[in-house]
């Protein structure tokens, strides 16, 4: 290999994988955590809520739990008219993930896709998700003009990647964002469901489709709850949303 090769392939290689840690900013060497940082990512545990992923109270769960349709809902989300199947929130929105989500989200960091969707890939097979039977990965949209000036969707990265992982099609013409809404930031929970309301399409019929829908935060659930109503109506028969991070309670993320 010649000597350019090879600081050309160097210099890429930091790039990809600098040699600070993301978080604490030590150095390391070909990872975007240290071990230290990356150990205190906070992994959720069943029994959880299968709308909202809020621990609750039940049984203590067995192998497979995740694929019982019967497994409970914590008191708030009992008798709300549910549009998903269930959610599953793979960790706990506490640092290091915030910081890290920051970047991926706002700072261009996009190839953080990389290692924050293998997190959800592993996690998924660890818990035994059965994911044979889905049609389709379709991460939640952001609005075109938000596309254009932040360069890329991050749950569509997300998507994209578990999509390859787990060899199941990958959808981002599903769903669109068609009314450019104010961010959801600062809302509390009656005015996120309310911002949200009608600004998703569906551009397909959807007839007794089983969809995997993605999204990066967990808040109040009222952004999921919109674009699953909307594949519903399109006739999608079971929709399963996967998120990587899920806020505590009344906690918003920004
Ligand atoms: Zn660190
Ligand atoms: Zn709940």
């Known amino acids: 290999m010649s000597s350019v090769l090879k600081g050309y392939l ?25 071990p230290k940082c990356k150990e205190k990512i906070e992994f959720l545990h069943p ?18 739990w995740i694929n019982n349709n019967e497994v409970g809902r914590c008191e708030e989300c009992l008798g709300k008219p549910l549009t998903y199947q269930r959610v599953i929130c793979v960790t706990a929105y506490k640092e290091p993930l915030v910081g890290l989500i920051h970047l991926f989200k706002y700072k261009n960091y ?3 896709a990389g290692p924050l969707s293998l997190l959800m890939a592993n996690y998924l097979t660890t818990i035994e998700l059965n994911l044979s039977g889905y049609h389709f990965i379709v991460p939640v949209p952001i609005h075109p003009y938000t596309l254009k000036t932040r360069g890329y969707n991050q749950t569509a990265l997300l998507g994209k990647n578990l ?32 911002n949200i309301k009608g600004v998703f399409t569906a551009k397909k019929n959807l007839k007794d489709r089983r969809i995997i829908l993605i999204d990066d935060i967990f808040t109040t659930g009222a952004t999921l709850r919109e674009c699953a109503s909307v594949l519903k109506n399109n ?19 920004n």
């Open 10 to 34: 160097k210099a890429a290689k930091n790039i990809f994988f600098p040699s600070l840690c993301f978080s604490c900013e030590k150095k390391i060497s070909g990872e975007y955590l240290c």
């Open 47 to 64: 029994p959880l809520c299968r709308f909202c992923s809020n621990p609750i109270n039940p049984a203590p769960a067995r192998r497979g």
């Open 110 to 112: 996009d190839y953080l």
């Open 163 to 194: 999509a390859n992982y787990f060899k199941i099609p990958f959808r981002d013409d599903i769903i669109v964002e068609r009314i450019y809404k104010k961010s959801q930031t600062n809302l509390n929970k009656q005015e996120r469901e309310k």
């Open 235 to 253: 006739g999608a028969s079971n929709i399963t949303a996967i998120t990587l991070s899920k806020t505590p309670e009344h906690h918003n993320a």
